[in-house]
């Protein structure tokens, strides 16, 4: 009886063994054909749809506006820059919050950082929110004068420098707390 059973069990595994490389083939096949209809059906839809490039107008912003608009998105960009350091701050005084050991730091003063982390967040979201780029708001700019757009422009700087300085003040504040 147990090499009947060894037979069969011998010959069950084989089967789920051809099975199973049946099956992989069959997957490996469904992926292939999968691939080829998603690549196809994107290649009929970005062909069969009319280009639709926005296309800025360059004479929105003569040169001077145009080098005030640039300096306030490299700006911008440095600020963004530091949004990752602001929730890796927040993780760790979360974390230093948490444990039962905060001997060395009160919790008045961890969520003093917090709070600072979460304003300077706040601030730097609130600014992008409420500035108005060329992309989205074309027709702003259209309407004003050249003098109007860089003022607007030199405040709007001020007011990105103002958060990042915000945003590094929080920042420096967070790594204080060990």
């Given at each position: 009886?147990?090499?009947v059973?060894?037979?069969f069990?011998a010959q069950?595994?084989y089967?789920?063994k051809r099975?199973l490389?049946?099956?992989?083939?069959?997957i490996?096949?469904?992926y292939?054909?999968l691939?080829?209809?998603?690549t196809s059906?994107i290649?009929?839809?970005a062909c069969?749809?009319?280009?639709?490039?926005i296309?800025l107008?360059?004479?929105v912003?003569?040169?001077?506006?145009?080098?005030l608009?640039?300096?306030?998105?490299a700006?911008?960009?440095?600020?963004?820059l530091l949004m990752k350091?602001?929730?890796q701050?927040?993780?760790?005084?979360?974390?230093?919050l948490?444990?039962s050991?905060?001997?060395n730091?009160?919790?008045?003063e961890?969520?003093g950082?917090?709070?600072g982390?979460?304003?300077?967040?706040?601030?730097?979201m609130?600014?992008m929110?409420?500035?108005k780029?060329?992309?989205l708001?074309?027709a702003y700019?259209?309407?004003?004068?050249?003098?109007?757009i860089?003022?607007?422009l030199?405040?709007?700087?001020?007011?990105?420098e103002?958060?990042h300085r915000?945003?590094?003040e929080?920042?420096?504040a967070?790594?204080?707390?060990?």
């Amino acid at each position: 009886m147990p090499k009947v059973f060894c037979i069969f069990a011998a010959q069950y595994i084989y089967r789920i063994k051809r099975n199973l490389t049946i099956m992989q083939t069959q997957i490996k096949q469904l992926y292939i054909y999968l691939a080829l209809f998603c690549t196809s059906t994107i290649c009929f839809i970005a062909c069969n749809t009319p280009s639709q490039q926005i296309v800025l107008d360059n004479t929105v912003l003569n040169a001077a506006n145009q080098v005030l608009y640039d300096t306030v998105g490299a700006k911008h960009d440095t600020a963004m820059l530091l949004m990752k350091a602001i929730g890796q701050q927040q993780y760790r005084l979360r974390a230093v919050l948490n444990t039962s050991d905060t001997f060395n730091v009160s919790q008045d003063e961890l969520l003093g950082a917090l709070l600072g982390l979460k304003k300077a967040d706040d601030a730097m979201m609130r600014w992008m929110r409420k500035f108005k780029g060329i992309e989205l708001e074309e027709a702003y700019y259209l309407a004003q004068t050249a003098d109007s757009i860089a003022c607007y422009l030199r405040l709007e700087e001020d007011k990105i420098e103002a958060v990042h300085r915000q945003m590094l003040e929080s920042i420096r504040a967070a790594k204080q707390i060990q």
